[in-house]
């Protein structure tokens, strides 16, 4: 047999890398080389990064610094750093961390088969003009019941904390045809659920004949026979056009589910965080969404300490979430990140700020406990995605995105069943299958 060589992948950040990080280890695969989990048997290890928190970011560091023993005792183990991270510092990683051989950004992985086969270091962050997924090899075999696809990257937004826009560059939409085609390839590979990514998903748009808007898009996705379920994100809520939400009401393959983010619920720092809408006008759109789709279940990101929050501001985001009743959401304190704008901004009060989140948080999770038990008795579609620990059990998602566990001796990964909800904890449901 060839000498095969093992890659061990580690992915941060955002599904966008994790889509990403399945595109790198296929490319890898036609240099030769196979996924490991055991890092001390890689020859190659490959660390997917996220730039988005100063938390996230610096947790680079300090994995490659616990690369520095085996890279000692195996001189030839190459370490590449691709993602976020890669791409907003660029050769200053190889200044910081001399162990790196090579530095990839998001918009070259077409160009780290090329990179790996180089003696020394290198660095590839530029944003070329061709499609990076045009240059990837397309997957083969078999795969599982669900998968991303990502239709749309980068941003334009320009949020006042965000560094997305520097990390993945302006937004481009891939077309059509070909995203039709790739999820047509899917489907006969077995998936039945397909996840549509972008950082700003909603913005798709299409060039020349057919689909125009994401909620096109979608249309022409449903008519794929033997694709179930079709979800999307991250949006936007001022991209958020009729046409997307009208598909809510009509699509039946579209799950009733949405992420959308709204940062904060104060009219003042959602100005400063250049988010373009006021708590109000978001407020319609999600009473445009629910009547359009009123069992839908709605999640959001939110920011707590961005600079200049006062106590009234915070508030403000309470109210908003009262007002919302939200099925799920992330929430995060203000990071200030390099290069943004809002970094130089005085921070609030570190104190004020943790408070602020466990505020947050604790009115979220009491949110997303009365969704799950509002799930009690309905009936609810599964698609099951694995076995679970106990002999006999399935475990897969609703159509709402929560993790539901069945007893089904004769369920296989893959089956889309209905199911009656018996119970509920803080994160899934328990469920019986029913017949037919
Ligand atoms: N493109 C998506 C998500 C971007 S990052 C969107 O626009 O919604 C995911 C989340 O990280 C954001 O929604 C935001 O809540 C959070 N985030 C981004 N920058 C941050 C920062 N500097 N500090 C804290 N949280 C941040
Ligand atoms: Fe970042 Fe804002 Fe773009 Fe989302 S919309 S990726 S938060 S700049
Ligand atoms: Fe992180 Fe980049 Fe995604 S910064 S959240 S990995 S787009």
Redesign the pocket.
């Known amino acids: 047999m060839a000498d095969v060589k093992k890659l061990y992948l580690k992915t941060y950040g955002c599904q966008m890398n994790v889509y990403d990080s399945e595109r790198m280890a296929e490319a890898m695969g036609a240099e030769g080389y196979v996924t490991t989990e055991v890092l001390e048997e890689a020859d190659m290890v490959l660390l997917n990064t996220c730039h988005i928190r100063e938390k996230a970011s610096e947790k680079l560091y300090s994995d490659l610094g616990r690369l520095k023993p085996l890279k000692a005792g195996k001189p030839d183990l190459k370490i590449g750093v691709a993602g976020c991270v890669a791409q907003a510092e660029g050769d200053e990683i190889l200044r910081r961390m001399p162990l790196v051989d090579l530095v990839v950004g998001p918009q070259a992985y077409h160009r780290l088969p090329e990179m790996v086969r180089r003696q020394g270091q290198s660095v590839d962050t530029e944003f070329p003009a061709e499609d990076k997924f045009d240059h990837l090899p397309q997957r083969k075999g078999k795969r599982g019941p669900t998968a991303f696809l990502t239709v749309q990257e980068g941003?334009d937004?320009?949020?006042a904390f965000?560094v997305?826009?520097y990390t993945r560059g302006a937004e481009v939409s891939r077309p059509a045809a070909r995203l039709l085609a790739e999820a047509r390839d899917l489907v006969e590979r077995g998936v039945r659920e397909i996840t549509l990514l972008g950082?700003?998903v909603n913005a798709w748009h299409g060039e020349g004949p057919g689909p125009r808007g994401l909620g096109d898009l979608i249309r022409a996705l449903a008519a794929i026979p033997g694709l179930d379920r079709i979800r999307y994100t991250?949006s936007?809520p001022n991209d958020m056009a009729d046409d997307l939400i009208s598909a809510h009401g009509e699509v039946p393959q579209l799950m009733p589910y949405l992420h959308l983010?709204v940062q904060s619920g104060s009219d003042r720092i959602l100005m400063a965080m250049n988010r373009k809408h006021t708590a109000a006008q978001y407020l319609d759109l999600v009473a445009r969404i629910r009547a359009a789709r009123p069992d839908i279940l709605l999640t959001s990101d939110f920011i707590v300490g961005f600079p200049g929050e006062t106590d009234a501001d915070f508030e403000a985001t309470m109210a908003l979430v009262r007002a919302v009743g939200y099925g799920a959401a992330f929430s995060f304190k203000y990071s200030a990140r390099p290069g943004t704008p809002a970094a130089e901004k005085a921070p609030v009060d570190e104190a004020v700020a943790d408070a602020r989140l466990q505020a947050l948080q604790a009115l979220i999770t009491e949110q997303q406990r009365a969704a799950q038990a509002a799930m009690v008795g309905r009936e609810i579609s599964v698609l099951y995605e694995k076995p679970g620990r106990m002999p006999g059990q399935m475990v897969g998602k609703s159509e709402h995105l929560m993790a539901v566990f069945l007893d089904d001796a004769q369920g296989r990964v893959g089956d889309l069943v209905r199911a009656r909800v018996l119970a509920a904890a803080p994160n899934s449901l328990s469920a019986r299958r029913l017949p037919g």
């Open positions: 941003c937004k320009f949020c965000c997305v826009p950082q700003n991250t936007h983010p």
